[in-house]
């Protein structure tokens, strides 16, 4: 029976179920292991079985291609993160991330269609999938209506042919992970009844966006290509003329994405082919860069966020418009002119305007004032320069203190870190002296890292260090970096003017500090889940992490500096997690070098008193406060520490010292 599924395919090859290396005859064998027995066996049961073994067998630990290119040959893949019910089980509608039914029917229909016992969706985001998609989903195209494989960066895909026989498919999301292929690939078309497309930060990546790809999607409603290179095609069709007569097109999110020449020279184009988009309700283009100013906006749209896209002009569109926008970003631009009271009335039930660093001129007029909810309006969010703002009680914020905009594809919700995660993912990478890129997993005590541009210092301990672990982390991606950084939400980073910040307050637009000591703006930040807790510490409490410099250390109240009640002290959190481990770099300095971890990988130096923080960052002023007796002895400890590591100061205390007895001294004498 799998023998005829697999000869009706053009694209599939029967003879690989004779080798015993291959996914499809360990999907073959697990078929005729656990099947033989199955009463009321039908064909479709054998074929959906059959399929979605493939996708276990091609993408469960595998090696592929990207491993090679990154990582070499001697890698020791991962399996999948959660592999319920997979293979054992004959119902592989109980397997994790398969659903027979789609839950946004009606109960009744929900019943009847999970009788037919046909797999409806694939949902396997954030899952550790590695080696390549198999072909063999395509037997399922008649009633697969979801593949979401969002946030699998080391899963790749380079075969299309069967998209051909998806017939069902509504939805295609596997952004975050290794598709290839050269730009947007004709292939897509096959799939006529796609309604959401996710392909953002992948391998669709340094080729056209072709427009033969869309022709056939008339059904097309969401579409994601951010954080991708794109060729600027211009004999096809110059690159977003793509989506120009896309009737029915109501989410368009291009964040992040640069247009090249066949010389990857930067091509930059007007934003006109947006004003024949006439059903989009919401287009995101954050840090893409264009030319020229605003176009003549669609009636029908809703939300625009125009970050940091290099446009200028006046803001006259916003007046003279259709639309009535709800959420407005235009943060980072070169807009000039003043701001009309026309803005306010067109967009009356706006909820947020971001217009702060640009060179606008003149005061918000008072209807934007009139707007805010503190007014008895709906303007939640109002932004602007200082020399914009109408008094201290119409803007919200000012200048780039300003929020930005969140990230358009929420990632799937995780549980939460543990207690005690911080650290970084096993995955992210870092620069060992003479030796190159290293996995965080893969390092030891003693490796030499680099800590900043110049400079290299030995690991002397691991606040955590984990390898089983699976927890929840943010992605932060910047502006001209390949690689995200991905670090648990406490743990900080650090920001231009030498400042250090948990992550977890870290936003779009801010400009974090690179191995090359410039500045990148974050230009998206997504939760995601990977396997590995890895705390590096270093003698300077910094280490660079995917080409970003990041703290050794944790906040523990969500902010910069330490609080105490309501009041902000001027110590901040990089300052206390420092001197607190000046204590263990004395010892490891006079041969005290022993390193246990508890249970939880967490380092036995560091464990109680991390408890200890934690608790007491939640209790009473007067517990906080009895705990700060203890800073004038780890001052005196980081003193030392200084004392020892610099000869020439230990040189002037050792002189000033003996120049203050000699006087003492002299006196006796005299």
Same mark, same amino acid.
């Given at each position: 029976?799998?023998?005829?599924?697999?000869?009706?395919? =053009?694209?599939?090859?029967?003879?690989?179920?004779?080798?015993?290396?291959?996914?499809? =005859?360990?999907?073959?064998?697990?078929?005729?292991?656990?099947?033989?027995?199955?009463?009321?066996?039908?064909?479709?049961?054998?074929?959906?079985?059959?399929?979605?073994?493939?996708?276990?067998?091609?993408?469960?630990?595998?090696?592929?291609?990207?491993?090679?290119?990154?990582?070499?040959?001697?890698?020791?893949?991962?399996?999948?993160?959660?592999?319920?019910?997979?293979?054992?089980?004959?119902?592989?509608?109980?397997?994790?991330?398969?659903?027979?039914?789609?839950?946004?029917?009606?109960?009744?229909?929900?019943?009847?269609?999970?009788?037919?016992?046909?797999?409806?969706?694939?949902?396997?985001?954030?899952?550790?999938?590695?080696?390549?998609? &198999?072909?063999?989903?395509?037997?399922?195209?008649?009633?697969?209506?979801?593949?979401?494989?969002?946030?699998?960066?080391?899963?790749?895909?380079?075969?299309?042919?069967?998209?051909?026989?998806?017939?069902?498919?509504?939805?295609?999301?596997?952004? =975050?992970?290794?598709?290839?292929?050269?730009?947007?690939?004709?292939?897509?078309?096959?799939?006529?009844?796609?309604?959401?497309?996710?392909?953002?930060?992948?391998?669709?990546?340094?080729?056209?966006?072709?427009?033969?790809?869309?022709?056939?999607?008339?059904?097309?409603?969401?579409?994601?290509?951010?954080?991708?290179?794109?060729?600027?095609?211009?004999?096809?069709?110059?690159?977003?003329?793509?989506?120009?007569?896309?009737?029915?097109?109501?989410?368009?999110?291009?964040?992040?994405?640069?247009?090249?020449?066949?010389?990857?020279?930067?091509?930059? %184009?007007?934003?006109?082919?947006?004003?024949?988009?006439?059903?989009?309700?919401?287009?995101?283009?954050?840090?893409?860069?264009?030319?020229?100013?605003?176009?003549?906006?669609?009636?029908?749209?809703?939300?625009?966020?125009?970050?940091?896209?290099?446009?200028?002009?006046?803001?006259?569109?916003?007046?003279?418009?259709?639309?009535? !926008?709800?959420?407005?970003?235009?943060?980072?631009?070169?807009?000039?002119?003043?701001?009309?009271?026309?803005?306010?009335?067109?967009?009356?039930?706006?909820?947020?305007?971001?217009?702060?660093?640009?060179? !606008?001129?003149?005061?918000?007029?008072?209807?934007?004032?009139?707007?805010?909810?503190?007014?008895?309006?709906?303007?939640?969010?109002?932004?602007?320069?200082?020399?914009?703002?109408?008094?201290?009680?119409?803007?919200?914020?000012?200048?780039?203190?300003?929020?930005?905009?969140?990230?358009?594809?929420?990632?799937?919700?995780?549980?939460?870190? &543990?207690?005690?995660?911080?650290? %970084?993912?096993?995955?992210?990478?870092?620069?060992?002296?003479?030796?190159?890129?290293?996995?965080?997993?893969?390092?030891?005590?003693?490796?030499?890292?680099?800590?900043?541009?110049?400079?290299?210092? &030995?690991?002397?301990?691991?606040?955590?260090?984990?390898?089983?672990?699976?927890?929840?982390?943010?992605?932060?991606?910047?502006?001209?970096?390949?690689?995200?950084?991905?670090?648990?939400?406490?743990?900080?980073?650090?920001?231009?003017?030498?400042?250090?910040?948990?992550?977890?307050? /870290?936003?779009?637009?801010?400009?974090?500090?690179? /191995?090359?000591?410039?500045?990148?703006?974050?230009?998206?930040?997504?939760?995601?889940?990977?396997?590995?807790?890895?705390?590096? %510490?270093?003698?300077?409490?910094?280490?660079?992490?995917?080409?970003? /410099?990041?703290?050794?250390?944790?906040?523990?109240?969500?902010?910069?500096?330490?609080?105490?009640?309501?009041?902000?002290?001027?110590? =901040?959190?990089?300052?206390?997690?420092?001197?607190?481990?000046?204590?263990?770099?004395?010892?490891?300095?006079?041969?005290?070098?022993?390193?246990?971890?508890?249970?939880?990988?967490?380092?036995?130096?560091?464990?109680?008193?991390?408890?200890?923080?934690?608790?007491?960052?939640?209790?009473?002023?007067?517990?906080?406060?009895?705990?700060?007796?203890?800073?004038?002895?780890?001052?005196?400890?980081?003193?030392?520490?200084?004392?020892?590591?610099?000869?020439?100061?230990?040189?002037?205390? /050792?002189?000033?010292?003996?120049?203050?007895?000699?006087?003492?001294?002299?006196?006796?004498?005299?």
């Amino acid at each position: 029976m799998v023998r005829q599924m697999m000869a009706s395919k =053009s694209y599939l090859k029967g003879d690989t179920l004779d080798s015993s290396a291959t996914y499809q =005859s360990k999907a073959f064998q697990a078929v005729k292991n656990n099947l033989k027995n199955v009463a009321g066996k039908e064909q479709k049961h054998v074929r959906n079985y059959f399929a979605a073994a493939c996708i276990f067998y091609a993408t469960n630990g595998q090696y592929n291609q990207v491993l090679a290119r990154e990582q070499g040959a001697n890698v020791d893949v991962p399996s999948w993160t959660n592999t319920d019910e997979w293979i054992f089980n004959s119902d592989y509608c109980d397997w994790f991330g398969i659903t027979c039914f789609l839950d946004i029917l009606d109960p009744a229909v929900q019943i009847a269609q999970a009788e037919e016992e046909n797999i409806i969706e694939i949902q396997l985001y954030n899952n550790t999938l590695y080696g390549n998609w &198999p072909q063999e989903v395509g037997l399922l195209g008649e009633h697969l209506v979801t593949i979401d494989l969002y946030d699998n960066y080391y899963h790749s895909a380079f075969e299309y042919e069967w998209f051909a026989d998806m017939d069902a498919l509504n939805y295609l999301w596997f952004g =975050s992970t290794s598709w290839d292929a050269s730009g947007i690939p004709d292939e897509l078309n096959l799939l006529t009844n796609l309604r959401q497309f996710d392909n953002s930060y992948t391998l669709w990546s340094e080729g056209p966006i072709r427009p033969s790809a869309f022709e056939s999607l008339t059904q097309l409603s969401y579409v994601d290509m951010g954080s991708n290179i794109y060729e600027y095609d211009s004999e096809a069709a110059p690159s977003m003329e793509a989506f120009r007569d896309m009737d029915g097109l109501l989410r368009l999110y291009f964040e992040n994405v640069r247009f090249v020449d066949a010389s990857r020279e930067d091509v930059v %184009f007007s934003l006109d082919f947006l004003t024949d988009l006439e059903d989009l309700i919401e287009g995101w283009f954050d840090f893409t860069k264009f030319q020229g100013g605003l176009p003549d906006l669609p009636a029908a749209l809703k939300s625009l966020s125009l970050v940091q896209c290099g446009l200028r002009g006046n803001l006259n569109k916003l007046a003279n418009t259709d639309a009535s !926008l709800d959420r407005i970003w235009l943060s980072g631009n070169k807009f000039s002119g003043g701001i009309s009271s026309l803005i306010a009335t067109k967009h009356e039930n706006a909820t947020i305007f971001h217009f702060e660093e640009n060179n !606008l001129e003149g005061t918000l007029p008072q209807a934007f004032c009139d707007m805010l909810v503190t007014n008895g309006g709906t303007l939640e969010t109002l932004g602007a320069n200082a020399n914009n703002c109408n008094g201290p009680n119409c803007c919200t914020c000012i200048g780039a203190a300003c929020d930005q905009t969140e990230d358009p594809t929420p990632a799937p919700t995780v549980p939460g870190p &543990p207690p005690g995660f911080i650290c %970084f993912s096993g995955s992210s990478t870092v620069e060992v002296e003479n030796v190159g890129e290293v996995k965080m997993e893969d390092l030891t005590i003693g490796d030499s890292v680099r800590v900043s541009n110049n400079k290299f210092e &030995p690991i002397y301990s691991f606040g955590h260090k984990s390898s089983s672990s699976t927890s929840e982390y943010l992605r932060i991606s910047t502006e001209g970096s390949a690689a995200a950084l991905e670090i648990s939400p406490d743990h900080m980073v650090a920001m231009e003017g030498g400042r250090h910040v948990p992550a977890s307050l /870290v936003k779009k637009g801010d400009m974090l500090l690179t /191995v090359t000591d410039e500045l990148a703006a974050v230009t998206s930040i997504k939760n995601v889940v990977r396997k590995g807790a890895f705390a590096p %510490f270093t003698a300077s409490g910094n280490i660079v992490v995917n080409g970003i /410099v990041a703290s050794n250390y944790v906040a523990y109240q969500g902010s910069e500096y330490v609080k105490i009640g309501e009041m902000e002290t001027p110590f =901040s959190y990089q300052f206390m997690g420092h001197t607190f481990n000046s204590v263990h770099r004395l010892a490891v300095m006079v041969g005290i070098t022993g390193e246990t971890y508890t249970p939880e990988g967490i380092s036995n130096w560091v464990a109680t008193a991390h408890s200890m923080t934690t608790y007491v960052a939640g209790q009473n002023v007067l517990v906080i406060l009895g705990l700060a007796l203890l800073l004038p002895l780890l001052m005196l400890a980081r003193l030392i520490e200084m004392l020892v590591c610099s000869p020439t100061a230990m040189a002037v205390v /050792v002189g000033g010292l003996g120049l203050m007895n000699y006087k003492r001294s002299a006196k006796k004498t005299v």
